[in-house]
Antibody, heavy 122, light 107 residues
Framework: EVQLVQSGAEVKKPGESVKMSCKGS????????IGWVRQMPGKGLEWMGI????????RYSPSFQGQVTISADKSISTAYLQWSSLKASDTAMYYC???????????????WGQGTTVTVSS | DIQMTQSPSSLSASVGDRVTITCRAS??????LNWYQQKPGKAPKLLIY???SLLSGVPSRFSGSGSGTDFTLTISSLQPEDFATYYC?????????FGQGTKLEIK
């Protein structure tokens, strides 16, 4: 079965760091992109960025560039999303999703993780 | 960035109705348009990719059309399990962007 399994919920204080994970299984992890999507409480979906684990090619949305770091360890089929200094406004659900690519365009996000909630509160 | 505008933002309909949701891109995205369904507390699910290709396992009452800047998602006969929020997404270029969503509610 093709699946992405995300790490558990995080509760943090402003200024703290966090690194969440997304582990792929059931497919060739290095042959698909992994994208990250934010959903703030009661709001829509926001595309954050994407990484190709095969060569770590990474693209960020300008809205998130410099705010988060996306990385991957292909040896353990895991992608990561991390913050060095959280803000209350980072409170949200974060999803990872698999996406096929073709040149500089991509197909749909066909497999999603279950989501990781991050709560940032003093 | 390419802006994606969905309409309507919300929609009330009855079981058996035919429903159409539209999505407009601020510039041409060829056919790199995807549709997702999201139910409360759940991750989104891909329904249609490349504007009109139905993902395997998705009921045939869902269909998509369009190219360039204007796209539609049609549900031919609403079922109780279809009441959810629907999002379009352009995957033509980065940053990829989502529409604001259309909440489909029971009338």
């Amino acid at each position: 079965e093709v699946q992405l399994v995300q790490s558990g919920a995080e509760v943090k204080k402003p200024g703290e760091s966090v690194k969440m994970s997304c582990k792929g299984s059931g497919y060739s992890f290095t042959s698909y992109w992994i994208g990250w999507v934010r959903q703030m409480p009661g709001k829509g979906l926001e595309w954050m960025g994407i990484i190709y684990p095969g060569d770590s090619d990474t693209r960020y949305s300008p809205s998130f560039q410099g705010q988060v770091t996306i990385s991957a360890d292909k040896s353990i089929s895991t992608a990561y999303l991390q913050w060095s200094s959280l803000k209350a406004s980072d409170t949200a659900m974060y999803y990872c999703a698999r996406q096929g690519g073709f040149g500089e365009s991509w197909y749909g996000m066909d497999v999603w993780g279950q989501g990781t909630t991050v709560t940032v509160s003093s | 960035d390419i802006q994606m505008t969905q309409s309507p933002s919300s929609l009330s309909a009855s079981v058996g109705d035919r429903v159409t949701i539209t999505c407009r891109a601020s510039q041409s995205i060829s056919s790199y348009l995807n549709w997702y369904q999201q139910k409360p507390g759940k991750a989104p699910k891909l329904l249609i990719y490349a504007a009109s290709s139905l993902l395997s396992g998705v009921p045939s009452r869902f269909s998509g059309s369009g190219s360039g800047t204007d796209f539609t998602l049609t549900i031919s006969s609403l079922q109780p399990e279809d009441f959810a929020t629907y999002y379009c997404q352009q995957s033509y270029s980065t940053p990829q962007t989502f529409g604001q969503g259309t909440k489909l509610e029971i009338k």
